[in-house]
Structures are given as structure tokens and as C-alpha cells.
């Protein structure tokens, strides 16, 4: 499982929304009758375009999964975490999703995409020498994170370490990797990884500890880093979270450009929501979009978590609006 699978779908919740999601159709639906032009809640038929667009969450129903370092607590020193900060300072989501781009859509590599990053926008200019010595930058087992882990690299050999970037797997492998020690660095995720420590640290059915507010979540994040040993960086601007994709010429054709914009005009028995099998239950999801925006599909078509199957079904027509990633490489504009 990837780690970002995740991210994708949230935490199981009891949600009072249930009763409100039967009217959205069963799961593996791909389509409904048409309805009467006009009439009350006739929803907006899917569109088929090659362009995808995120609709804005005015309303905040996603939390804050901003990039941010994570660092061993015994490895972390001043210069190695300012080090870490300048990518930070670099990266926002549209140059993210042009970095994702560049790896599964240009077919780069992930170090090769990160060269070319690194070097248009000066990312070693002014980095001051740490102690030196060997660093283990570890990565989850998809290429954001691996493009990611190199260019901590970059930034850390400019930092006098001599680096090795080690793909490991899921935050299950990795996180306790590097509370341990055995790896010293790992990019993150900042409201991901607050609930991974809490749970972690306070059970399953913990309350939740991030939030829509970035600053929220990050001092929830460093006090529960401060108990595991985990020393924390800068948050980058550039957030990957669920968001809510749909053709360009679908936004075009109904007037979208909110989520809020959806549920006032796509409400009704044409409008087709695609996502992974969990997503009617999931707080992130349908049911986050049903207690948020009261926005209620007609059907629900079910996919994959932002994978090739629910990008294909909004660029084809088949599905009017699914769960992408914020920065899927699919998502950049040119």
C-alpha cells in the first residue's frame, strides 16, 4: 500500500451524515437515468476532457498535509534542519505537481527531476556547513516521496553530509525507522503524520490532534514529535491532500470553481462521484462532502484512491466529479 493511499481516505468514523448518503447511489454505480431537463435536482452530467481541475474547499473540509521535514531527533542540528527548510522554502503545490509531472508523466527519474528543480530555482545558494558526517534520507514507496527524499539530498550533501536515499515503504516501516535512528531523515506529511503519532501514542479512537489550520496542526505535530524523538522542520507550502477533481470543460460548462459551487448547482440524480470503495463512508470523502457542503450525488462509481482508473472515468465522461491527489502530476496545466 502506498503511503499516500493513506492520506487519501481518512480516519473510520461514526458520522451522524449516514442516513444522507443513501440517496447516492450504491457502490460500483457508473451512471443514472437521465432527468428531466430543469427539474429539481437533476445534477450535472459528467463532461469528457483531457484537462483536470480542482474545485477550491472554501469550506476547509481537508486537513493540512503540508510537506515537512521529519528528523531524528539525535541527528537534528541547526544546520542540518535550515538545510531541510530551504526546500521547504522552495516547493508550494503547483511546483509540486510539476515535479510529479516530471516523474510519471515525463518519465524522469526521481533524481533527475530533482536536479533540474534544484537548479532553476537555486535551492543550495546560502546553505551553511554542518558537522558533516552520514545521513540516511528515507522515502516512502511512491515517487513524490522518492523526488522529495532527493532533494533533501541535494540540500544535505550542500550541507557537507555525505547522503544515501533509501526507499523503505509505508510510514508502518518507516516511522519507527527513524524514531530508532536507523534512518536519520524522511520528507512528511504534516497532518498525516500528527494522527499517525497520536494514535499511535494514544489509541486507534484517539481524538484528533490536526486540523485545517496549519499552525494548529504543526504544534500538535512537534509535541507529539518531542515525545517519539522526532524533530521537526518548516512546513513547505505545497500540500498533498484529497481534493476533488473535474474536467475543464465540465467547470466551464456548469460555472464551478468551488466545492461549495458544486453542491449549490451538481446536487441531483446526473451528477456521478468516483473514488475508492471506502470513500462513501470516509470523513475526507463523500460523507465529508454530504456533512461539509451538503453536496449529494446521484451515483457513486467505484474506483481507486486518485489512481489512473478515476482520472480516466472524469477525462472519458463516465464520472462527473472524483478524489485526486492535490498535486497529481495530472493536474499541471501544461
Not at 56 to 61: I, Y
Not at 189 to 197: D, N, Q, V
Not at 217 to 236: E, R, S
Not at 256 to 265: E, H, V
Request: hydrophobic residues 40%; aromatic residues 4%.
Amino acid at each position: 500500500m502506498r503511503v499516500r493511499t493513506r492520506v487519501a481516505v481518512g480516519a473510520v468514523g461514526a458520522l451522524t451524515v449516514a442516513g444522507l448518503l443513501t440517496g447516492c447511489g450504491d457502490a460500483g454505480s457508473s451512471g443514472t437515468d437521465a432527468p428531466e431537463p430543469g427539474a429539481a435536482g437533476a445534477g450535472c452530467a459528467p463532461v469528457a476532457g483531457d484537462q483536470l481541475v480542482v474545485l477550491d474547499d472554501d469550506k476547509k473540509l481537508q486537513n493540512t498535509d503540508n510537506i515537512i521535514p521529519a528528523v531524528h531527533a539525535d541527528t537534528a542540528n541547526p544546520q542540518l534542519v535550515a538545510a531541510l527548510d530551504k526546500v521547504s522554502a522552495a516547493l508550494d503545490t503547483p511546483k509540486l505537481i510539476a515535479l510529479n509531472k516530471a516523474v510519471d508523466v515525463d518519465r524522469k527519474t526521481p533524481k533527475a527531476a530533482a536536479e533540474e528543480f534544484a537548479s532553476a530555482n537555486d535551492l543550495t545558494a546560502g546553505i551553511a556547513k554542518g558537522p558533516g558526517g552520514q545521513i540516511v534520507v528515507g522515502a516512502g514507496n511512491f515517487s513524490e516521496s522518492q523526488t522529495l527524499a532527493e532533494l533533501y539530498n541535494i540540500a544535505l550533501t550542500a550541507a557537507g553530509y555525505q547522503v544515501k536515499v533509501q526507499q523503505i515503504g509505508n510510514r508502518e516501516l518507516y516511522g519507527p525507522a527513524l524514531e530508532k535512528g536507523e534512518i536519520q531523515v524522511v520528507p512528511e506529511y504534516a497532518a498525516t503524520m500528527a494522527e499517525f503519532l497520536n494514535t499511535k501514542a494514544n489509541g486507534k479512537d484517539a481524538a484528533a490532534v490536526s486540523s485545517p489550520d496549519l499552525d494548529k496542526t504543526v504544534t500538535a505535530l512537534k509535541a507529539a514529535g518531542d515525545k517519539a524523538g522526532i524533530v521537526f522542520g518548516a512546513p513547505a507550502a505545497a500540500q498533498d491532500q484529497n481534493a476533488f477533481a473535474v474536467t475543464k470543460a465540465f467547470a466551464d460548462k456548469y460555472g464551478l470553481k468551488t466545492l461549495s459551487d458544486l453542491a449549490a448547482k451538481c446536487s441531483g440524480q446526473a451528477t456521478v462521484l468516483a473514488g475508492p470503495p471506502e470513500c462513501p463512508q470516509r470523513p475526507k470523502c463523500q460523507a465529508g462532502l454530504v456533512q461539509v457542503y451538503d453536496f449529494k450525488a446521484g451515483s457513486f462509481s467505484s474506483l481507486d484512491a486518485g489512481g489512473p482508473q478515476t482520472k480516466n472515468a472524469l477525462k472519458t465522461g463516465s464520472a462527473s466529479v472524483g478524489l485526486v491527489f492535490s498535486s497529481d502530476g495530472a493536474l499541471a496545466t501544461s
